[in-house]
């Protein structure tokens, strides 16, 4: 564990719904805290063009949706 280090993480599923790989990217606290909302965006949209690119569908999107709505996994 690094204390000025922070970073975020999307699970990347394949085409079974299942958690196959991550994605993610660290960064020092202090730049993680200034680019947070677009850090976050930038994973969620690179997980999808994967998931598109390896499945054809957007299970990163997906599932961070229903995870924010409390609906756990898929």
Same mark, same amino acid.
């Given at each position: 564990r690094f204390p000025a280090a922070s #970073? &975020?993480?999307?699970?990347?599923?394949?085409? @079974? #719904?299942?958690v196959h790989a991550a994605l993610?990217?660290?960064t020092v606290t202090t730049?993680? +805290? !200034?680019k947070? !909302?677009?850090?976050?965006? &930038?994973l969620m949209v690179a997980g999808d063009e994967i998931m598109d690119a390896? @499945?054809?569908?957007?299970?990163? +999107?997906k599932s961070i949706v229903h995870l924010a709505n409390g609906q756990g996994g898929k």
């Open positions: #970073g &975020a993480a999307v699970p990347l599923f394949d085409s @079974n #719904g299942k993610n990217m660290a730049r993680f +805290r !200034k947070c !909302k677009q850090i976050i965006e &930038a390896a @499945n054809g569908s957007n299970w990163v +999107r």
